[in-house]
């Protein structure tokens, strides 16, 4: 059960933290307060949740005892209530050093999280981004949009939360609060502090109010920091270059998209994805990038999709998936192997059929069907003189897409939906004839299915309760298109 937030003195000055808990105790389920409603910024809830689960263990094995390192829970982001969204983005950017990474304005609706605010109000809601690439995060949501002064606060109270704040330049911060009137709770003090192995180091700490009364710790750490385990902040990397290959493979060459981070990257398992059909790897195109921040990213095509070569007659499911665990082999240690939507049934077969080289599995959108479905399952329609398979391709893709992908992005799904031409149909023929229930269950990978909202909703939970100690996870905010959902960075 999610916990209702406490109230407090001013309802538009409450801290939620969007947090993911992976415990796979019946105890726990995974729990994320998310502070507005807007498809256009899917794609950074799809990038948290996916490294959360990849980084932390999150389809590891259950246990009935406490969670381990790998584990653990992590506070991803803090969203602050504010009361006047510009006069928090000068605060958080000119005095803090922020950078305005992501602005989104919707609507208060009957879906939005209990607040003061009248439905139909504007809802405004910025992400400001520290100098780390993956951690400080804050987020800014103006509900309703008022513009009433909280009264700050003189003293600390039970429900209080501080928001930490690391720098290295605490005096400069120091100055500019104090040339904005900033209310000063503690001024700058140098003082001792002893880290989790027992070694000292001196750090300077600084407490003051934003504008909305949330406590802030800027804390600057000095001398001896660095061997107590204190990573100083840094920036971050340059973005990873995706790079396009071909590798030979049962039906011929086979084409990868690959990227990694820099050679200085602690790395984390390779991620592989695999793509619905009849679309190609370039589905992820938009996510590559962010994935390979700690990590080798691989995005194959299917053979006969994308630019593979393809097969003469229709493969199997079992084919498809050993032709793409040749691709996989290359890795030389497990992999974590998300598929989405017809990739998650190949990735699950090949899961059960090459388990030493999965790490852990994803599933996006299961396409679990019964005997029946499946014997009406079409793959593509027919090519048309006049083309009108083309503009039906077209309205159907526009009658799902999410307010978040770009027209463009919309007119390249079309496109390569064609470009498989016979072997458009081959995948969907394979997956019409295959009873996957069996396979299912011989799975012996940690499993994470995740449903969004669309076609496979039901599908996709019956498939949790077939494979064994599977785990799901509901993101009804999500839905067709949502790799590309737009994110401007």
Known sequence: MIPTPPTRRNSYATVYLEYLDIDRNARHSVRVFVAQRSVGSMKLTVLSALCAWFLLGAVGTASESAPSDENASVVRRTTLIVHDLDASIRFYRDVLGFELWLENNGKVTGDSLPSDAALGATSRFVIMKGKDPWIGMVGLLEYGGPKQLPKTPKRLVPGDAILM???????????????????????????????????????????????????????????????????????????????????????????????????????????????????????FSEVLPELARDRVVVAPDTPGYGESAGPRSAPTIEQYA???????????????????????????????????????????????????????LRATAPLEIDGTHLTNDWKSTMSVRPDGQSLELAARLVAEKQRAGSNAAFAMAALAAFDAEPTLRSIRVPTTLIRPRDGLWDNTAAAAKIIPGARLVDMPHWTYGFFDAALQV
């Open 165 to 283: 704040i690391e720098t290295a330049e605490i005096d400069a911060i120091y100055q500019r609060m104090q040339r904005v009137g900033t209310p000063i709770l503690k001024h700058p003090k140098t003082q001792t502090v002893t880290g989790a192995n027992g070694t000292r180091w001196d750090a300077k700490f600084l407490f003051a109010w934003d504008p909305d009364g949330h406590l802030l710790e800027i804390n600057q750490p000095g001398i001896g920091a660095r061997a107590a385990g204190v990573v100083p902040v840094k920036t971050a990397a340059a973005p990873a270059v995706v790079r396009r290959e071909f590798q030979d493979g049962i039906y011929g060459q086979l084409h990868v998209r690959r990227i990694e981070p820099s050679p200085s990257t602690e790395r984390h398992a390779p991620i592989y994805l695999l793509h619905q059909t009849p679309l190609s790897g370039r589905m």
């Open 322 to 376: 050993d032709a793409l665990y040749e691709v996989i082999a290359r890795a030389g240690e497990p992999v974590d192997l998300v598929g989405y939507h017809t990739g998650a049934m190949l990735a699950a077969v090949l899961a059960a059929r090459h388990p030493r080289a999965v790490r852990r599995l994803v599933l996006i959108s299961m396409p679990l069907f019964d005997a029946e479905r499946r014997r009406g």
